[in-house]
């Protein structure tokens, strides 16, 4: 390893003061602040309108969203012009603490003489702008702790919005159609595992969940061609697998799997009438939030949370559904969902409609 002689290392630390100079003319600027309150502002003021753009796409629940984005928009209409005060005011004082280093370092950097007279210039540079930095840091960690805790809630808000329009977009790309009145709850990337353990050819895609169904459509590209087992060519494979409704599920588990356990998966057991007694779904989500959700559609919480109502004359419809086929008399047993047009008889096969 090669040693620097005095004067290299004294330009080495001159150098290293010059680039530390730059960054902080950035930094008593409190530029990075500056750029998330705003970042913060943007998010608030236009929550509005993406919670109205959902709307608009059929995202039909959880009606206090537009109360709490009015909510947001006031408090930070409160909080705001403090939080600019502070900027301004510590922006100022850093700034003018900074003026007294720039010249003394840019003096240094053109002085002519003995590496041992420079030296202890060098270093008390050296420990002042460390000093400022610690300072600039610690302004910093106090203006954030003023809004902290408002922009976490508005970041929860932000992400659930997005969980909501991923949703929605798959739900547009998707091969089946939602039943009239019928509306998406929450979507999530998932792999059903047929066998009940996840293997390599088990099909990967979507799993739904709306007011009345739960739905596995897969959704992936599948190799059609291979050389030396590396794929070349593909060709997505889109189709819904299964589905039943939510009135049959009977229980739900959560689970941790795979690798160091950080795989989630959920366990829905169904009552008869559904497709399958037992699905096993590796989620990419939360086990337990998944089943959390299932119990509330369950229950029927979710429409306590409508924004966009139910078409009363599709719930009578379901409410006046005939007990009985009127071809052969046979017990209508099934789960009939609203908006559902024709009934199929199980024994006798008649197609009848509500």
Same mark, same amino acid.
């Given at each position: ?86 900027? %301004? ?12 280093? %720039? ?147 009977? %229980? ?103």
């Amino acid at each position: 390893m090669t040693t620097q002689s005095p004067v290299e290392q004294l330009r080495s630390d001159i150098n290293a003061l010059q680039s530390s100079l730059r960054e902080l003319q950035n930094a008593v600027r409190l530029s990075s602040i500056r750029d998330n309150v705003e970042d913060l502002q943007t998010t608030v003021n236009g929550m509005d309108q993406r919670i109205a753009a959902l709307r608009e796409r059929g995202y039909a629940f959880e009606k206090e969203l537009e109360n709490q984005a009015a909510d947001f928009a006031q408090q930070w209409a409160a909080l705001a012009p403090g939080i600019t005060r502070q900027i %301004e005011t510590q922006a100022a004082k850093l700034e003018a603490s900074l003026r007294p280093l %720039e010249t003394q370092i840019t003096q240094l950097a053109t002085q002519a003489g003995s590496p041992a007279a420079l030296r202890p210039v060098a270093d008390k540079l050296k420990a002042q702008v460390k000093t400022l930095q610690d300072k600039v840091e610690a302004v910093e960690q106090t203006i954030e702790g003023s809004y902290d805790q408002f922009g976490r809630q508005v970041r929860q808000v932000v992400s659930h919005l997005e969980k909501i329009d991923w949703m929605l977009t798959q739900l547009a790309e998707a091969t089946f159609q939602l039943l009239p009145t019928e509306a998406g709850i929450a979507a999530v990337k998932a792999v059903w595992a047929k066998d009940g353990e996840e293997k390599k050819d088990d099909p990967e895609g979507v799993l739904y969940l709306t007011d009345q169904r739960l739905i596995f459509e897969q959704k992936e590209k599948v190799a059609t061609k291979k050389v030396l087992f590396i794929a070349t060519e593909k060709k997505l494979v889109q189709e819904m697998l299964w589905e039943a409704p939510v009135a049959l599920i009977e %229980e739900t588990k959560a689970s941790k799997q795979g690798f160091m356990k950080k795989d989630d998966f959920i366990e829905v057991r169904f009552a008869s009438g559904a497709p399958y007694d037992t699905v096993h779904v590796h989620i990419w989500q939360r086990g337990d939030e998944w089943k959390a959700l299932l119990k509330r559609a369950k229950a029927k919480e979710f429409d306590g949370t409508r924004a966009i109502a139910i078409d009363e004359a599709e719930v009578e419809k379901v409410k006046s559904a005939p007990t009985q086929c009127p071809a052969c008399g046979g017990v209508i047993d099934q789960v009939i969902l609203r908006g559902q047009d024709t009934v199929t008889c199980e024994y006798c096969g008649n197609v009848f409609r509500l």
